[in-house]
């Protein structure tokens, strides 16, 4: 199976920061890695796909980059709403694996 | 955008078997580019791909889960399902139906994502 790691997995950041997720993938996924927003007893809301593409009705501020191994999903200028669990996942192959996930709270 | 909705018992004794429905409106499961997908979260924990149905009737499961899993839909009621049989303790979560989009693909390999997601519904295991 190809291990997906985030770490850290929590981050304190500000209203209006700009904050950086990094995950890792234990093998070459190419760009197979997607991005999802999860909050407490709610479903995964996808936001960006194929590693770099926004899905649609996604807020700008989010964008993702990278192939490989390493990727980035990147905030800008935080919203009360973006404080919430955030998880990459890899489709490069099944079985389909997630990363443990980042928490972003408030500082 | 179409919509799916989980549901089932929330409580299922050891060793009997977790059975799930997972209703779809808005679009047709019998409908080619479109896989459709269970996924579960442990109580505090994080995301687990269980496995995927194509509108073909085509399965493809998580090999740790392959023996106890089946995943199979009803065309004419819009439906498909989740069966895990010899539950324990461990199968303890929020399990997630979602459509699995496949685009761009290239060599067997497609670009794929999970969108839309019901919005879960909590298994417990417990006698």
């Known amino acids: 199976d190809i291990q997906m790691t985030q770490s850290p997995s929590s981050l304190s950041a500000s209203i209006g920061d700009t904050v950086t997720i990094p995950c890792r993938a234990s093998?070459?996924?190419?760009?197979?890695l997607n991005w999802y927003q999860q909050k407490p007893g709610k479903a995964p809301r996808l936001l960006i796909y194929a590693a770099s593409y926004l899905q649609s009705g996604v807020p700008t501020r989010f964008s993702g980059s990278g192939s490989g191994t390493d990727f980035t999903l990147t905030i800008s200028s935080l919203q009360p709403d973006d404080f919430a669990t955030y998880y990459c996942q890899q489709t490069y192959s099944t079985p389909y694996t997630f990363g443990q996930g980042t928490k972003l709270d408030l500082k | 955008q179409f919509q799916l909705q989980e549901s089932g018992p929330g409580l299922v004794k050891p060793s009997e078997t977790l059975s799930l429905t997972c209703s779809v409106s808005g679009a047709s499961i019998f409908n080619s580019g479109y896989y459709w997908a269970w996924i579960r979260q442990p109580p505090g924990k994080g995301l687990e791909w269980i496995g995927s149905l194509y509108y073909s009737g085509q399965t493809y499961y998580k090999p740790s889960l392959k023996s106890r899993v089946t995943i199979s839909m009803d065309t004419a009621k819009n439906q498909f399902y989740l069966k895990l049989t010899s539950v324990t303790a461990a199968d303890t979560a929020l399990y997630f139906c979602a459509s699995q989009v496949e685009r761009s693909c290239s060599g067997g390999t497609c670009l794929t994502w999970f969108d839309p997601w019901g919005q879960g519904t909590l298994v417990t295991v417990s006698a």
């Open positions: 093998h070459d996924i190419s760009t197979y």
